[in-house]
């Protein structure tokens, strides 16, 4: 095997730190805010959070010998991979891998290339049925952030390097439901539009087929209201469960049942017959297609919850 010269050791060093003005991927707020993909993947083999830094110099040579015709010969690539702090940790850890620019004269871009979020749960996070139930490790979840070349070039490296393969999630209208259910009714504190209006949970849905001037249609629910029939529903099934989380679960799907139905009250309309597609809670924005964007609200929450459905 041909051994590194020490200035190529030293490029991998360099090349392996993120551009200041690109970090933006500092703690787990910065994933706030951001639009983007969610991914389920096989367990990464031999990974090792002390390898870190060899993962980035292993995706900034990857990416260039992938990527460097896309992006153009005046720019070098540069990969840092780092623990994402700020969220709690009894459900599993976070990493961040970001890949940046730097052109030839020594000038760095402005915002990064390509972000990755990976979210490793614990063991025991599945639910009962799930193939990672027990003490089998969970299915990582990735978010990610950049174009289609980038996109694929990251997944081929995850290959490579730890024999993982990746495959877009997509939500059911039933998945759907259950994340409304349980995000819009969450105890995070109420937050405001920047007209101060409170925010509420939206649900948009859409016809299967199409039906003029009725395609689509927009439920909208004060945070504050979905809470407190949360409360009710749990209170009128206090007797029915002896375990908590039980109750809980039935009651979480209830509470879409209640909105639909008193939504056909007044409206003769039946949200059953149409497809949810779409919802914003004040945790996350979310739909079907996996698109997801964060609030600030309760974070670690939702990389909990996109663990289980990883793994159904």
């Not at 050791?9 to 090349?15: F, P």
């Not at 940790?89 to 891998?97: D, I, L, N, T």
Request: aromatic share 10%.
């Amino acid at each position: 095997m041909k051994r590194k010269h020490r200035r190529d050791i030293q490029d991998d060093r360099e090349d392996a730190l993120v551009p200041h003005s690109a970090q933006e991927l500092q703690t787990a707020k910065d994933v706030a805010g951001k639009t983007w993909l969610t991914y389920r993947a096989s367990p990464l083999h031999a990974f090792k959070e002390e390898r870190l830094a060899d993962y980035a110099a292993s995706l900034r040579r990857h990416m260039t010998a992938d990527c460097q015709e896309a992006v153009g010969q005046r720019w070098r690539f540069l990969a840092a991979a780092y623990r994402l702090p700020g969220l709690a940790e009894q459900h599993g850890r976070v990493f961040a891998f970001v890949v940046g620019l730097k052109s030839v004269a020594g000038k760095r871009a402005e915002s990064p290339l390509f972000q990755a979020i990976l979210s490793i749960a614990r063991p025991g996070t599945a639910p009962e049925g799930a193939q990672g139930r027990g003490e089998h490790p969970a299915y990582p979840v990735f978010l990610l952030r950049g174009n289609k070349t980038t996109t694929d070039s990251f997944s081929a490296w995850l290959y490579g390097q730890f024999d993982s393969r990746v495959s877009q999630l997509s939500f059911s209208p039933y998945t759907l439901a259950r994340m409304a259910a349980l995000w819009g009714s969450s105890d995070a504190p109420p937050k405001r539009s920047a007209s101060g209006a409170a925010e509420v949970l939206e649900l948009v849905y859409k016809a299967p087929e199409y039906i003029p001037e009725l395609n689509t249609i927009r439920l909208t629910i004060p945070q504050e209201d979905m809470r407190r029939l949360a409360a009710e529903m749990t209170e009128q099934n206090h007797n029915l469960y002896k375990e908590e989380d039980d109750k809980l679960a039935e009651v979480r799907p209830g509470l879409l049942r209640a909105l639909e139905e008193h939504f056909f009250y007044h409206f003769r309309i039946s949200l059953s017959a149409f497809l949810l597609y779409r919802i914003s809670t004040p945790v996350a924005h979310v739909n079907s297609s996996g698109k997801l964007k964060l609030t600030e609200a309760n974070i670690s929450l939702v990389f909990q919850q996109l663990a289980i459905y990883a793994q159904l």
